[in-house]
């Protein structure tokens, strides 16, 4: 086996829907900033009987029951989360519990926004290796945990929920099929631009996130419009080739540079920001989910995935689906 190709999808939010109205009844902000400066409309919110894994669980059954298999067979499960249950064990390994699939391989991957791509690479290359034959693959977050609701340069950027995909170890070669390309990135010099200040070895607490918002826009739109041409070298397709692009959804409006930048028509973008807001590691799961159920996205589509986040980290994976 030399690739992996996708099985299924899925995805869970929690229950509550928090307009950007209810925001500013609480904060000095308004519906017309908000929606102006980044499309956001609404988010999800976790109530105290959802956390990142009960939301991680229903995305992987959503997930499961798509691919039409048995949860046992799963041997692989990577977690890509920066809001997991506990700090140890991974959370990966309380969802493997839940689905009754002990016995293989499973960690929690933290790369924030970019986990999901981090952990799409990692069960990919993985599956190539013969470590596993299904890998189930989530990104799932609880962010508004770690929010500092005073602060409303942030809290209205972000919300909940988790996203899913079943790969399996298959002959890519043969079958043009599955992950083509991936690429990742790291920059630990831009540590301070997006953070969490607390953690177990600094303040033995969880901390809040903050963030030079401008800044990390300013490095968005030019790391990510590099990752995306090198994994269209890497996979020898040009941008006209794409039928779809997954974006992070962070911001319309990086969304919207990003494609211009490329030369990729809008249309082709999917956008999910304005109903989820920025889930970090869920969101591109999150938003992929979405355009395969409402029928935007097809079997045999060919799909640009890409995100960017604290750390920085960022990385984009192309997939025939
Ligand atoms: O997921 C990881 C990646 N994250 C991102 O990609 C986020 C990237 N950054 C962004 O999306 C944008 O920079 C933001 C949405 C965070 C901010 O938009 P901006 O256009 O860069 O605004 P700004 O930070 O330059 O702020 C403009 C003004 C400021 O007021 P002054 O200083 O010009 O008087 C802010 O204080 O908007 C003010 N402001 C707000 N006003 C109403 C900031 N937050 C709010 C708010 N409501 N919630």
């Known amino acids: 086996m030399n690739g992996s190709r996708l099985l299924g999808s899925g995805s869970a939010l929690p229950k509550r829907v928090v307009t950007n109205a209810e925001l500013a009844a609480k904060i000095d902000t308004s519906d017309d900033w908000i929606v102006e400066r980044t499309g956001i409309r609404q988010r999800y919110i976790a109530g105290d009987d959802e956390t990142t894994s ?12 798509d691919a039409g298999i048995d949860a046992a067979s799963i041997d692989i499960i990577i977690l890509a989360t920066a809001t997991p249950d506990n700090t140890f064990p991974a959370t990966a390994t ?40 299904r890998a189930l693959v989530i990104g799932a977050e609880t962010f508004s945990r770690i929010l500092d609701w005073e602060d409303r340069t942030t809290c209205v950027l972000f919300g909940d929920g988790a996203g899913a995909i079943v790969l399996q170890a298959s002959d890519g070669d043969a079958t043009g099929e599955g992950v083509l390309a991936s690429r990742l990135h790291a920059d630990g010099a831009q540590h301070d631009l997006l953070y969490v200040d607390g953690g177990p070895s600094t303040t033995q607490t969880v901390g809040h996130l903050r963030m ?11 790391n990510l419009s590099s990752v995306l041409k090198e994994v269209l070298e890497d996979a020898e397709v040009s941008a006209e080739e794409i039928d779809w692009v997954v974006p992070h959804q962070a911001n319309a409006r990086i969304l919207d540079a990003t494609a211009k930048k490329l030369g990729i028509p809008p249309e082709k ?9 920025n889930t970090s590691a869920a969101s591109v799961p999150l938003a992929f989910d979405t355009a395969r159920r409402d029928g935007r996205i097809r079997n ?21 689906v």
Do not use: P
């Open 212 to 222: 030079k918002g401008r800044e990390v826009f300013r490095h968005a739109v030019v």
């Open 54 to 65: 009960t939301l991680a669980i229903a995305a992987a059954k959503a997930a499961i029951a």
């Open 269 to 277: 973008i999917i956008v999910t920001v304005d109903q989820h807001a």
């Open 94 to 133: 309380k969802v493997q519990h839940a689905l009754g699939c002990n016995g293989g391989v499973a960690f929690d991957v933290a790369a924030v926004c970019s986990g999901f791509l981090y952990a799409l690479t990692t069960a990919d290359s993985l599956l190539k290796t013969g470590m596993g034959k």
């Open 300 to 320: 045999g589509d060919l799909v640009m995935f890409e995100a960017m986040g604290g750390g920085f980290t960022w990385g984009a994976s192309l997939m025939r």
